[in-house]
């Protein structure tokens, strides 16, 4: 029978537990000098080594020839708790069992002596599922449990745990295991497995479980059967995740707002067939790394990049402000958060997310307003310059354009078949009844070609006015003075002097 990797090289010894050692060496000493409580809550991330280390407790705390505390694992006792024969170790999933009747009719056998072993172990998986009434019941028994019994909690949501279970219980942490001694675990499972992995793969796994051993084993699964040695580029079309070199480039198109590079890119993870979920995820990490650069001097102990993603992160970190970082990161979060709820096409979910972080002129959020001042700041300090804000031109990339605004009039505007639209101040006025829009079109030049009329403002304004739902309150007036103007487009004034002049004659 098939056995996964996590369960076939489960710690059989707290010596062979990874990482916790904070912990195994407490235990070990209680158990060798008979001094256990009759109440442990360990808690901790998922895949830490909890329920790994309350199977050791069990099998130690009854072995017939203990070692310092240690199980010797040979035994009959240990074989039978092992094998999951012996009935004085019960394990019990609260996330499955977690009514009072469970808590009740295990209660109910706390009170018998044990069969077969010294002790009756009860190991709790997840003991904050329980409902509280469940809690209370199992409260009375904790008090004063009968000499015999021991009861080992585990949990990975120690705030949902009652203060009066906790305080009766003795806690231990269990921490995140680090990427070091994961990759070294890994390497090691991996040669007995016969699967070749290089360390920098195997580093790669390390990164990815996140201090969670059992997900590096699940990771390292997937290795499994693979002909050929698994390095670097064959681990990320494994677990299908993306070059660090594509998340760099993202990470730089997105912060200098180039909406066009940054669909290319998003079009060649797609051909890819990247996960683009965990691409996200790795754009939300790497604008972790370029907020750490642009505000900590000697940041290289906090990042982990090689030198040469360093300099190109600086260079990111230049052109653009911490309040912007934040204000993209913020949008990704959202999106990673929401992804798996998606219903509609995800790819078109992600163009569009694209597009919203070139372009924060579309939001009116306090973030996305605090992203623009400080660019403009920063501009006008003489530090840098303000990342232009690019029309969606179609260039030699392959883009999808459905989800592209409209182009600015631009062209269309200066081909002479067009002028100023000759009721503008009349329509001005009639605009400063409408308070969401009025100050922006105190600066805006109107146009008329035909049976359109181009408003024409600051890139900064034309998001905030098509936010604003302009272009229907403009057309509403504009019929008024004008039945023959069908619609309204918004645009952007290429040059200060022509909006200007525009103003100063309506004084
Ligand atoms: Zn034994």
């Known amino acids: 029978m098939y056995q996964a990797l996590y369960r076939k090289y489960r710690p059989m010894t707290f010596g062979d537990v990874c990482g916790q050692d904070h912990i195994t060496s407490v235990l070990k000493t209680q158990i060798a000098q008979g001094r256990v409580s009759h109440a442990y809550m360990f808690c901790g991330c998922r895949g830490t080594g909890k329920t790994t280390c309350a199977k050791i407790f069990a099998r130690a705390v009854n072995c017939e020839n203990p070692v310092d505390g240690e199980p010797c694992n040979e035994c009959p006792t240990c074989r039978g708790i092992r094998e999951e024969r012996v009935f004085d ?58 000499e015999h019994v021991i009861f080992i909690f585990a949990t990975t949501e120690m705030n949902k745990v009652p203060a009066t279970i906790l305080s009766r219980c003795q806690r231990f942490d269990f921490k995140r295991i680090t990427p070091e001694i994961i990759r070294e675990r890994v390497l090691f499972v991996a040669e007995k497995e016969n699967i070749a992995i290089t360390p920098e793969a195997a580093d790669v796994i390390a990164r990815l479980a996140d201090g969670a051993m059992r997900d590096a084993m699940s ?3 997937v290795c499994q059967g693979k002909d050929g040695e698994i390095g670097l580029a064959e681990i990320r079309s494994l677990l299908g995740l993306s070059s660090k070199e ?20 998003l079009d060649e993870i797609y051909q890819n067939r990247s996960d683009f979920k965990q691409i996200v995820g790795d754009l939300i990490r790497m604008y972790r790394d370029l ?99 690019r029309a969606e031109e179609p260039k030699n990339v392959n883009v999808p354009v459905k989800e592209a605004p409209p182009p600015a009039p631009t062209e269309t505007r ?53 936010a604003a739902g302009g272009e229907e309150l403009i057309l509403k007036y504009a019929r008024e003075l004008t039945p023959e103007i069908t619609s309204v487009v918004i645009g952007t004034a290429p040059a200060k002097t022509e909006q200007k002049a525009d103003g100063l004659e309506d004084l």
């Open 89 to 146: 170790v019960v394990e019990m999933d609260a996330a499955s069992n977690n009514g009072v009747d469970n808590v009740r009719t295990l209660i109910d056998e706390v009170q018998y002596l044990p069969t077969e072993a010294k002790k009756k172990v009860y190991i709790i998986d997840e003991v904050h599922m329980l409902s509280p009434s469940a809690f209370n019941a199992l409260l009375k028994t904790i008090e004063e449990p009968p």
């Open 246 to 265: 594509t998340v760099i480039s993202l990470c730089k198109a997105l912060s200098e707002r180039d909406s066009c590079r940054a669909l290319g890119l």
């Open 219 to 221: 990771l390292l699964e």
């Open 414 to 466: 200066n081909n002479g078949t067009n002028g100023q639209y000759p009721q503008r101040a009349k329509l001005k006025n009639l605009l400063q009844g409408e308070m969401s829009i009025k100050y922006i079109i105190e600066n805006a030049s109107f146009q008329q070609e035909g049976s359109v009329l181009h408003v024409l403002t600051s890139e900064m304004f034309r998001g905030m006015l098509i």
């Open 291 to 389: 907020l750490v650069i642009a505000t900590v001097s000697g940041y290289r102990d906090f990042v982990g990049l090689a030198e040469d993603e360093c300099r190109v992160m600086e260079e990111i970190a230049a052109g653009t402000t911490p309040e912007s970082i934040l204000y993209q990161a913020g949008l990704l979060e959202n999106f990673y958060n929401t992804y798996d709820r998606i219903t509609s096409d995800k790819r078109a979910s992600g163009e569009i997310l694209f597009i919203r972080l070139c372009r924060p002129e579309t939001s009116l959020s306090v973030d996305a307003l605090a992203a623009r001042v400080a660019s403009l700041e920063k501009a006008l300090s003489g530090k840098g310059t303000i990342a232009p804000i």
